[in-house]
């Protein structure tokens, strides 16, 4: 995870497999083209995680209301690779129960809901001891006290994992890189390269320094989500099945402002879904769905945006009274649908699709953050087929065997070691004045590179731990996971900017000082990285 090592390996090697795009579709391709023994490569224009995979509600789910439009296959699909993923980083991939109220006059009654979740447990094979169970009114309040007990008739109790969509897709790179890949960010796929009547490679701009260069590669793969017509559109491949953009927000408030005790999907008056989920010390909500034609680059909540979550959330707890001002934090990310005609945004199908450019150009979109390693399997599948008669050499079959790798260099086994290990390291912060809420934080981030932060805090002690423990986490990403500035940090990796806004207002000056000495800024590389931080601070805090 050296960037200018890989930049340099970009342009002097030759790959079987080059992924434009480092998102989670690109990430997981990257792992799989490279676990099959594949000479792979990944670039991405902005950092890893940038685009749609920082932004989404963070759920590794089946998307049960897909049951709704009878995507079977969907459900059945990603519901089932939930425990593969959950298995694969139990640290990350966190079981949670989700209430779903059900209400008077509400889209569902008790009996359809209740035929729902039951037919959904069994399309993703959830385990019996993990089947949905339906609760009574008083059941469901002692659940979710905050619920309108006037209209409420009781509720499902249902199984789905909660995740860090960033720190997926961060893990799936470091794990591609242990098996061999080369990945860069900031390095943005401008054209494509052909020689003897067939793409050959393409080439790229280092967003870092400025210059241009050729990466040679057998099979093209285009991964970049929300941008993939505007590549389609390089090689003259965009057909008339293209994307269809919908834009989804999300807001964070403090966890008293809106005080779930666990996490509710409800329906509101439009027939939408609205998920609430309480994470730390805070709770987010969202999302919306509407069509969009912006620009890709510079996605932003509205104030119609927040004005209809929070009217939302009013209404299904109304005790709460949420407002403008308890908003802190906030994202908005674009779904990368494929473009159904008649269809409105909400109505749209996730399921993915792999377009072949007669050039070779194979372009995947659409899916969900869940479905990652089977759209990856189905991408190198295709590639493969491309590669047959060039010399391209992998592992003996060159089978997929992504269901089985761990996205961790030293992954905890289960749950049970997740708990026990948050435990050691909540008993060694206790000492530190540190608890348990910071052992969680750290643990479903880092897994047990937790220990490598915390034998660095001592490096940085100056009376302020809460200070300590930032710059070392700052060093242990600066080493080990190719940040180049402050978003990256504050953003991708750790999360900050939206679940602890308060702790980059407080250290971002710390933070900003240890990273230019790290990175050797000049100081007008420094007030630049620090606007740069300045305008995204912004972007998630201002509504227009
Ligand atoms: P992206 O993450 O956008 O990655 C594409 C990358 O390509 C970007 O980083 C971009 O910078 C890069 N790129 C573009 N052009 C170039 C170029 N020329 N050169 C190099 N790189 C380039 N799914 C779930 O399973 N669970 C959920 O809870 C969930 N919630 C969602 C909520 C919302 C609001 C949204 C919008 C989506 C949600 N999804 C969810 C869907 C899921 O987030 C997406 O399917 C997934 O993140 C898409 O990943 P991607 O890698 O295809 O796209």
Known sequence: MNRSK?????????FDVLVIGGGVTGAGIALDAA?????????????????????????????????????IGLVMEVGRERAIVHRNAPHLVIPEKMLMPIIKDGTYGMLASNMGLAIYDLLAGVRKQDRRSMLKQKKALTYEPLLNSSTLKGAGLYSEYRTDDARLTIELIKTATRYGATCANYCTMIDFVYGQNRMNGIKCKDEIRGDSFIVKA???????????DDIRRINGSLTRKQLHLTKGVHLVVDHQKLPVRQSVYFDVPDGRMIFAIPRGNKTYFGTTDTDYSGDKNDVRTSKLDAEYLIHSINQTFPSVNLSFEDIESSWAGLRPLIHQEGRSASEISRKDEVFVAADGLISIAGGKLTGYRVMAKKAVDLALKGLRGTGAQGHKDMKCVTREIRLSENPLKNEEEVLRYTQ??????????????????????YGTATDEILEMIPNYEDGDVSKALIRAELKYCADNEMITNLVDFFDRRTGRLSFDIESVMKYQKSILQDLSNLMKWTPAILALEQDRLKKKIQSVTVFS
């Open 218 to 228: 057998k099979t093209v793969i285009n991964a970049s989500g929300p941008w993939v």
């Open 424 to 445: 050691q390291v909540a008993d060694r912060l206790s000492k530190l004045g540190m608890g348990m809420s910071h052992a969680e934080y750290l643990v479903s981030n």
């Open 35 to 71: 676990s099959r023994g594949l000479k792979t490569a990944l670039v991405e224009k902005e950092d890893f995680a940038s685009g749609t995979s920082s932004r989404s509600t963070k759920l590794v789910h089946g998307g049960l209301r897909y049951l709704k439009q009878f995507e």
């Open 6 to 14: 890989n930049i340099t390996h970009l342009q002097n090697e030759s």
